[in-house]
């Protein structure tokens, strides 16, 4: 079961993210986020604003990869995980609206999407898999 560590969450918690989500072509999306969260040990949530492109395909498919480095540091980590869950009200969906009213965005966010990591990869360490 990936697990998140303290090294890894000071990371997220300071780093612009990429989520990876497939096209139902089959082709890659990557999207940057600047809204990743820490829920618990095991999961993490992401703002999706406007409900374009990362929104329709995790619809179709809930699997993500979710990258974050910090360049000056040479170190990062890619999260591997499933959607599940799509969170329309509480503190979180809030949180989002704020930001979303903040920047001026004329509409509500989508929602705040939640992800079961489910494996985790170490990219200043070659990309080996973290036990």
Do not use: C
């Not at 000056?72 to 930001?99: C, D, H, Q, W």
């Amino acid at each position: 079961m990936a697990k998140l560590t303290d090294q890894m969450k000071s990371l997220i918690s300071g780093q612009l993210s990429y989520v990876a989500t497939s096209m139902p072509d089959g082709k890659p999306s990557v999207a940057v986020k600047g809204s990743l969260k820490i829920i618990d040990d095991e999961h993490v949530a992401f703002f999706e604003m406007m409900g374009g492109r990362t929104w329709q395909n995790i619809q179709k498919n809930p699997w993500v990869a979710i990258a974050v480095a910090d360049r000056s540091k040479v170190m990062g980590f890619r999260f591997e995980g499933k959607v599940v869950e799509n969170i329309t009200s509480g503190p979180l969906y809030e949180e989002a609206k704020k930001l979303s009213e903040m920047m001026k965005i004329p509409m509500p966010p989508k929602a705040v999407v939640k992800v079961k990591l489910e494996e985790i990869y170490d990219l200043g360490k070659g990309g080996f898999k973290v036990d």
